[in-house]
């Protein structure tokens, strides 16, 4: 392991920002992690749907605080896409060479998990499998594909959001939660907010490429007014304290976001900058450098599969009976207790989809001076 973790090292540029990857890998296992302890499918009779623990204990909505670290996604891909974008400019490369070798990046490895679950909705509902339990168990297993056309979309408008101020993108958030909720207008109104919603982040992230939040106090002035305003939105505003979406609820801070996603966003970025020399200190450990390059060289894979682990889990373990923590109602601490026990095993299965489908993020090994390479389309 160490002669390993000194290979990466030795392969890694000497003026890399290795707060970067570390922030993305944080970001990642975050998603991860929040998934598989608020998402449960509970088996009722012949049928399998889901559940949250915040639906039946809404005082754990802390937890989502935690690990709901999407906006550290779109700060982190805001900041490597304009750099990227202004290297491959000043090597002569065209804005299309650019967004395909991107986007490729993308796309190939969330096709294998679209043929995969096509061709198992298929073979299920053939077998008599009943419709509502194909129905969850597809929704939750292509449920992280939105963020890749999010991801996309924000991508591709890279040189017109390069100089972009994020107050215009949180100025189009605030009016359509004014019209939505304050002025009764249209639900589907926001949707508008999936785009300007995370475009916030994103352009937070070019403006770290211009320099304009090196300093500690844009961090502090993220971090205190986003804090602020999140919690000014769910105490007096009617927000939902809950971070992520939960089944039952009227209103979701996430689909689509709403005002308050936004700015627990911003305070989420603002730790994030803050916490960037220290990040940096501890990359210079070969160990721990060594697993953050691992995690981001793998991060599509294990993005894209992690639901599939937690279900693979879920299926296989349902012949044994209805297990706590795995097929029961989350309506308790014990329930908690035995889903956090479930997580090496679904660890687990995600290193089995690892195995198998990593090749489809990597077509072929990579070289040991990519072996630092991040993913997920972000590599500069």
């Known amino acids: 392991m160490r002669h390993g973790a000194a290979r990466v090292e030795a392969a890694t540029p000497p003026d890399r920002d290795r707060a970067v990857d570390a922030l993305r890998a944080l970001a990642i296992l975050g998603v991860v992690l929040g998934h598989w302890l608020v998402t449960a499918l509970v088996a009722d009779g012949g049928t399998l749907h889901t559940a949250s623990p915040l639906q039946h204990m809404p005082w754990l909505a802390p937890i989502s605080w935690v690990f709901q670290t999407l906006a550290v996604f779109f700060l982190v891909g805001g900041h490597v896409a304009t750099r990227g974008y202004a290297s491959a400019r000043a090597r002569g490369a065209t804005y299309g060479q650019w967004l395909t070798a991107r986007l490729s990046r993308l796309f190939k490895p969330a096709a294998a998990v679209l043929t995969l679950w096509t061709v198992t909705a298929i073979a299920l509902l053939l077998s008599g499998a009943d419709f509502e339990t194909v129905r969850a168990l597809v929704k939750l297993a292509l449920s992280p594909l939105w963020f890749l056309v999010v991801f996309a979309g924000l991508t591709a408008a890279t040189p017109l959001v390069t100089r972009l101020n994020p107050l215009w993108p949180l100025a189009v958030v605030l009016h359509v939660d004014v019209i939505r909720f304050g002025l009764g207008g249209p639900s ?193």
Not at 194 to 219: C, F, I, K, Q, S
Not at 221 to 241: E, I, K, S
Not at 288 to 298: E, I, R
């Open 188 to 380: 589907w109104l926001g949707w508008v907010n999936v785009a300007a919603g995370w475009m916030v982040p994103y352009t937070l992230g070019a403006a770290w490429t211009r320099g304009e939040l090196d300093r500690a106090r844009a961090g502090w002035v993220l971090l205190v007014g986003g804090t602020a305003a999140t919690a000014a939105l769910v105490l007096w505003a009617g927000y939902p304290a809950s971070m992520v979406g939960v089944p039952g609820t009227t209103i979701s801070n996430l689909d689509p976001p709403t005002l308050a996603a936004v700015t627990f966003g911003l305070a989420q970025c603002g730790l994030a900058l803050l916490l960037r020399d220290r990040l940096r200190r501890a990359m210079r450990r070969p160990l721990a450098w060594s697993a953050v390059a691992l995690v981001n060289l793998s991060a599509m894979t294990i993005f894209l599969w992690h639901q599939t682990a937690l279900m693979a889990t879920t299926a296989t373990t349902l012949p044994a009976g209805h297990l706590p923590g795995l097929h029961t109602h989350p309506d308790t601490l014990t329930w908690v207790a035995a889903r956090i026990a479930w997580l090496p095993v679904f660890a687990l299965a995600l290193t089995i989809c690892w195995t198998a489908f990593r090749p489809y993020e990597h077509p072929t090994r990579p070289r040991p001076s990519e072996l630092p390479s991040p993913s997920l389309g972000l590599t500069r």
